[in-house]
C-alpha cells in the first residue's frame, strides 16, 4: 500500500453555524492515488476540496496533510484564467505558489521558469498556443492551461473541483487523460469531484461517495457503477 499523504477524521463543517455540510467526515489518500469524490449536488464536495486547500477552516475534526509547504495545487470549478494574460503567462503563474524571490512577484520569471512552462504546455498538447491569450482559447484549451498552471506549482497533491464539467465528452475524455498521465508520472496524488460515472470509472483508482455530511462509501473506481451508484444517492439528504 502507497504511503498515506492524506488523513481527514471526523471533520464537521457548516456555513455561519447552520446546519452541517460536512459532519464527522473521515477520509485518507495514498501518495500517487487518484480519488474521485462523489454525491449529490448541495452534498459538500466543493467544501470538502475547500478545507483540504486551506480556504476554509473546520468547526471541529483534523486534517492531516503530508507535503512540503506550498505543494498542494487547485483547480476550482471557475478555473478563473487572466484573460489578458497569454496561455504560458498563466501557466507561469503557477510558479508564484513556489518560493522564488520577488523576480517572479514583479512578472520578472527566470528563464528556467519559462522553459519549464513551455514543456508543461507541450506535455499538455498545446504549446502552439502559448502566445494566445487565455480569452481567445476554447473551452478545452482553457482547462489545460488551468491544470499546467497548477502543475507549475509542482504539488504533490492536485485538487481539481468539477474541472471538465462543461466540456462535451470528446474534450473531457482528453483533458482528463492528459492530466492523469502527467499526474502519474510525475507522482501526483489527486482528489477530483466528478459527477460523470464514465469519466470516474476510466481515470480514477478510487472512488468515495458523500452522502449525509460523511463518506458513506469507498471503494475501486473498477467497481463503479451506475445503477448502484444511483441507489447509494436515492436518500442522500441534498444540504
Known sequence: MAPEILRIRNLTFSYDGGRPILNGLNLELGEGEILSVMGRSGSGKTTLL???????????????????????????????????????????LGSLG???GYGRILGIFPEEEVEKAYKLLNELGISELADRKAALLSGGERQRVAVGRALMQEPQLLL????????????????????????????????????????????????????????????????????????????????
Open 98 to 100: 513556489r518560493p522564488g
Open 160 to 239: 481539481a473541483d468539477e474541472f471538465v464539467s462543461d466540456l462535451d465528452v470528446f474534450n473531457a475524455m482528453e483533458v482528463m487523460k492528459i492530466t492523469r498521465d502527467l499526474c502519474r508520472r510525475k507522482n501526483v496524488s489527486v482528489i477530483m469531484t466528478m459527477h460523470d460515472a464514465f469519466l470516474v470509472k476510466g481515470f480514477s483508482d478510487r472512488v468515495a461517495v458523500i452522502g449525509n455530511g460523511r463518506v458513506i462509501r469507498d471503494f475501486p473506481a473498477s467497481q463503479l457503477d451506475t445503477e448502484s451508484l444511483s441507489k447509494l444517492l436515492v436518500g442522500d439528504a441534498v444540504v
Open 50 to 92: 475547500k478545507l483540504i486547500a486551506g480556504l476554509l477552516y473546520p468547526y471541529d475534526g483534523e486534517i492531516t496533510l503530508k507535503i512540503l509547504k506550498n505543494r498542494l495545487g487547485y483547480v476550482p470549478q471557475q478555473i478563473g484564467l487572466v484573460s489578458n494574460l497569454t496561455a504560458l503567462q498563466n501557466v507561469l
